[in-house]
């Protein structure tokens, strides 16, 4: 079973920065497709952006130039570069691993993490 851990989540101000974290453990995080999430009040939880087991990224179109998505898989972790942060980002954030291909729809990923909150002030 593959556990997931998100970190870095807070309050800022927009306009500034902040990177997320997520630490995989139980499970070959290598050949795991990562993706990141994001849910806002009242709304669904909705694609932020995806890493293959190869490095190859994509990203939805309102956060494509300011979040970039990387990982180490010496550490078992995926990053989530937040630049250049709007009011409207404001979301829990959620890290998820994907034993396919792991596109978009939240039905292609396997194991989820917790959460971490992001809250950007106007």
């Known amino acids: 079973q593959v556990q997931l851990i998100e970190s870095g989540g807070g309050l800022v101000q927009a306009g500034h920065s902040l990177r997320l974290s997520c630490v995989a453990s139980?499970?070959?995080?290598?050949?795991?497709?990562m993706g990141w999430f994001r849910q806002a009040p009242g709304k669904e939880r909705e694609f932020v952006a995806r890493?293959?087991?190869?490095?190859?990224?994509d990203y939805t179109n309102p956060v494509r130039g300011r979040f970039t998505i990387s990982r180490d898989n010496a550490k078992n972790t995926v990053y989530l570069q937040m630049n250049s942060l709007k009011y409207e980002d404001t979301a829990v954030y959620y890290c998820?691993?994907?034993?396919?291909?792991?596109?978009?729809?939240?039905?292609?990923?396997?194991?989820w993490g917790q959460g971490t909150q992001v809250t950007v002030s106007s």
């Open positions: 998820a691993a994907s034993r396919s291909l792991g596109l978009m729809p939240t039905s292609d990923y396997d194991y």
């Open positions: 139980g499970g070959t995080f290598s050949t795991y497709a």
């Open positions: 890493i293959n087991r190869y490095g190859n990224a």
